[in-house]
């Protein structure tokens, strides 16, 4: 079978450079006296035999550290709880972690679910109750410390931990492309938003569910993925990309053995706590059902767009009147979103190759956020893992990062305004920030589709043969159906591809 050489890959297991395969990166480095020269053995060895200390893994997993070390300085200014004149909104180091510790009544040593409802999913108030509940039993003990300062730190240095967790899995499934994983270790977005919340919990769980898959493991991902989604919602929306690629690749018996572990991991962490204490419990459905239009979302901007156009005050706009009629705007939300994973299905089907399923991962979870009602700023920590392992390209990305830096800067002015009733930018300025996020999670989702309709264009497929994340699917043939509907519909097969040398 012929073969192809491939900018950037040199020999069959070799590390990807990105200062040679990704045009980006590579204008860049002419700054510094161009491209990683031919001669540079020692960084251009089969991936996993370099020989030196700082092969490329471990210097991406010093880099996460970094990031998560400034995190922490960035976050020092609350970390005592003591958040006096605004401190929270002018040090822009606002987290949920300290202010949940009182709301949620950890600081009285209240039990999650049992003694006071939590608004979260089961597994994110678990985990809280188990780190609050010992640092309040011990403050007890010793009233000389400080328990929302410890009860931080430990928060702190678990959530770095599986964030650390998560580089080293994008780096186990990337071992010849190992620089793509820096593009999540020194993400802006992870250095500003990585403790404002527990999301990076059910990062941690479904990154390794998606290794497990991509180790031919579906039940153990499943299980993975249904808690994942027990912490937060958006991992179980993994599930329907594997569903349909497994459709397309004739490997059913996969997918729905992932799935069913995952509907059993879900119910077996949910059952207890809605079955003992169901108000409670239902305190996260309830608050998601009646929460009006959030900061920062499409319909916040349409909201802003109402005001601009019409000039009739007795008349609500139609984002406006939204805002007042909630349950209507759930089902259009809802409905919107499940268009766009009808229209991720039917890309998936029709594409002229299978897709990979971090492609699909990302358009499903980047359509939630942009048709949500609730968009919180660290949601964006939801999409790195996956815009990194679906297109590991830095130039789009950068431009979504800095458009995430405005809107961060944007946003924590829009708090210190509204708590003292003196805006600190004009709201149009927010919403121009809140725009520009927007617009740059779409451009992502264009140039990730335009890549599945034209996988040649694809980097990791320059590398490998298919999908090193698919598990199952990967290098297996279309399902013989798919090609019966092609001759039906007029469509040839597609021509295999040349193995490309890696």
Known sequence: MSTQSTPGIDDAGTTDHPSRSDGFVRGLSGAIGGPLGDHATALDQPAGSERRFWTAARIVLALVCLTLALHWVQKSPCQDGAWQNNVQYNRFCYTDVLALYYAEGLNEGKVPYRDHPVEYPVLTGYFMGALGLPVHAIGDGDPTINQAQWFYNLNALVLGALAVATVAVILALRRRRPWDAALFAIAPALLLTATVNWDLLAIGLAAFGLLAWARRQPAVA??????????????????????????????????????????????LVNLQPARAYPENWGRFFELNTTRPIDWGTLWYIGRYLDGKIGNDPGRLGPFEWLNANIPTLNIVSYALFGLACLGVAVLALRAPRRPRLAQLAFLVVAAFLIFSKVWSQQFVLWMLPLIVLARPKWGAFLAWQLAEVCYFVAFYGELLGAATSRPVFPEG???????????????LCVLVI?????????????????????????????????????????????????????
């Open 222 to 267: 499943g299980v993975l993925l249904g808690l994942a989604g027990a912490a937060k919602l958006w991992p179980l929306f993994l599930l329907g990309p594997i569903l349909i690629l497994a459709l397309r690749a004739n490997r059913l018996r996969a997918a729905l053995t992932a799935i069913g572990t995952a509907v059993v991991a879900v119910v």
């Open 429 to 443: 300025v927010f919403v121009l920030a809140a725009s520009l996020r927007l617009g740059t999670v779409v451009v």
């Open 450 to 502: 335009r890549e599945i309709l034209h996988p040649e264009q694809d980097a990791v497929r320059a590398t490998y043969d298919d999908d090193p994340d698919g598990g199952v699917l990967d290098g297996a043939p279309d399902a013989p159906w798919l090609d019966r509907w092609r001759r039906r519909e007029g469509n040839p097969a597609p021509e295999p591809k040349p193995a490309v040398t890696a």
